[in-house]
C-alpha cells in the first residue's frame, strides 16, 4: 500500500481533489481507497472506504463536555490519534494499493497540533507522500503568492512527508493562472511583481525569504489542476509515482 | 485609539493574552476594551466590550443552511467582513485608547481568507500592530520552531501589519525557554540544532529558508511571556509602544 495524504486550507479542494484521484486511479486499473480523517465534515464527494466519523462523533463531543464549535473541533482533531488502531485495522480489511487520505478542513488543527504527526508516522505504509493544495483563488497577488508558499513550507517541515506542490481551481483563475506558473519557476519574475506591489520593508522580508525558498528547492514544480476539467491530473500522477513507485507509472 | 490584533495557532493563548492585556493597560491607568471576533468561541475569560457573537451566530448559520460544523464555520467567519459597519459602530461608542482584538481560534480561517484582511484594512484606527503568538508547547524541537516561524511570517505577509513575536506559556516549558531564545537569536545555535536533529534533505530547506528568514529580520526579537505569572508583560508593553505610540510609554 502507498498512502497519499491530502491537505491544504479550508476551501482549497482536498474533498474533490481525494475523489478525483479516486477515480483516476480506479481508471487505470489500480486499487484506492479513501480515507477522510475530517470528523467536522457532513458532506463528501465521494464514498469513504474508511471514515473518521465512525469512530469520532463531533456532535456527541460538544454535547459530552459542554464544547462550544471551536473547541469540540479543537478536541475532535486531537482524538483522531487515539483512534490510530481501528482506522489501521479498517485500512488493512480494505487493503487498497493506494491509499488516499483527506485530511481534516481546517489544515492547523492538523499539521500544528499532535495528532496529524502521529498519525502520519504510526500509519502502516509502504510509501508515503504528501499533496499540498495552493488555492488558485487564494493567490491573487504576487505577495499572497509567497504567504501560501511559506505555509506550505511550514506544513512540509511540521508533516515531515516528500511534498507536492498542486495548484488548484486552475479552471476558475484565467490569466492569473500564466502569473502564478512564473512566480513559481522564475524568482526575478516573482521579486519584480513584489517590488511593483509593495513598499519598502515588506520588498526587503519578502524577497530574502524567497531566496531561501528558492535554494531549498521550493518554488519550483507547482503542478496546476482543476479538479473541475480534470487539467493537470496527467502531470499530478507523474509527481506521485516519481516518490510512491520509484519511477513507475500506473499500469493502464 | 490604537488596535492591537492578537492572533496565533488555535490553544495557543489569543483569548487569555487579551485579557491580560486589557488588564495590564488598565492598571497603568489606560483606556482599555476587547473586541471578540471569533464567532464560535464559547466561554471568554473576559468580558468583551464589543462581540462580533452579537451579529454572527454560528449555531443559526448551522441550522439555517443545513451545514455540518466546518462549514459552519468557515461561513460564520466569512461573515465578520459583512458585519464592519456594526462592528465600527460599537467601537466608537466604546472609544477606548488601546482596542485588543481577539481574532478567531482557527487563525487559516481569519488569515487566509479575506475577512481578516478585510477588518484590519477598514478598521478605522489611529495606529495598528499584530501580535502573533509562537505557541511554546508547540516548539519542542528546532524544526518545530522553524515551522512556526515560517507561520507567523506567512501570517506577517497575509494581514500586512507590523508583528511583535511573542512566546507563550514561558512558565511551563522549563529549561527550553533558553533554548528557543538562542534560536532565535543565534542562527548558528539553530543551524546547529537542527543538523543533530534531522536528514540531509530537511537540514539543508531548513537552513536556507532561516537564512532567508534571518536576513528579513524575523528572527529576531521573540517576547516570552507568561499569560500566568505576568512574566515578559513589561518588555511586550514595550514593544508595543515602539509601533503604536512611537516610542512613548503607558503612562503610569
Known amino acids: ?71 469540540a473541533m479543537v478536541m475532535a482533531n ?22 488516499i487520505v483527506d485530511t481534516p478542513g481546517q489544515i492547523e488543527l492538523f499539521a500544528y497540533r499532535s495528532s496529524g504527526r ?11 507522500t504528501s499533496i499540498f493544495l495552493f488555492d488558485g483563488v487564494l493567490i491573487n497577488t504576487p505577495v499572497n503568492f509567497v504567504s501560501i508558499a511559506l505555509l506550505a513550507t511550514s506544513i512540509r517541515l511540521r508533516l515531515n512527508l516528500p511534498t507536492i506542490n498542486v495548484l488548484t481551481k486552475s479552471d476558475l483563475i484565467g490569466d492569473k493562472l500564466k502569473d502564478i506558473l512564473q512566480w513559481s519557476t522564475n524568482l526575478k519574475t516573482l521579486e519584480n511583481a513584489i517590488a511593483k506591489e509593495t513598499d519598502g520593508d515588506t520588498y526587503a522580508l519578502t524577497t530574502n525569504i524567497l531566496r531561501g525558498l528558492n535554494l531549498g528547492g521550493f518554488a519550483q514544480g507547482l503542478i496546476p ?3 473541475v476539467t480534470g487539467d493537470g491530473f496527467v502531470n499530478l500522477e507523474g509527481a506521485m509515482s516519481r516518490i510512491l513507485n520509484l519511477g513507475e507509472e500506473v499500469e493502464d
Chains 1, 2 share one sequence.
Do not use: W
Open 78 to 99: 486531537d482524538l483522531i490519534a487515539s483512534k490510530i488502531d481501528e482506522i489501521q485495522n479498517d485500512v488493512n480489511k480494505v487493503n487498497p494499493d493506494y491509499l
Open 118 to 128: 502521529f498519525i502520519i508516522e504510526n500509519l502502516t505504509s509502504e510509501e508515503k
Open 1 to 71: 500500500m502507498k498512502t497519499i495524504f491530502v491537505s491544504g486550507t479550508a476551501g482549497s479542494g482536498k474533498s474533490l481533489l481525494s475523489s478525483k484521484l479516486h477515480e483516476y486511479y480506479t481508471k487505470n486499473g489500480a486499487f484506492a481507497a479513501v480515507l477522510n480523517l475530517d470528523p467536522g465534515v457532513e458532506n463528501l464527494a465521494y464514498t469513504c472506504d474508511v471514515d473518521v466519523r465512525d469512530y469520532v462523533d463531533y456532535v456527541s463531543i460538544m454535547q459530552q463536555y459542554d464544547l462550544g464549535p471551536n473547541g
Open 225 to 227: 489542476i482543476s479538479n
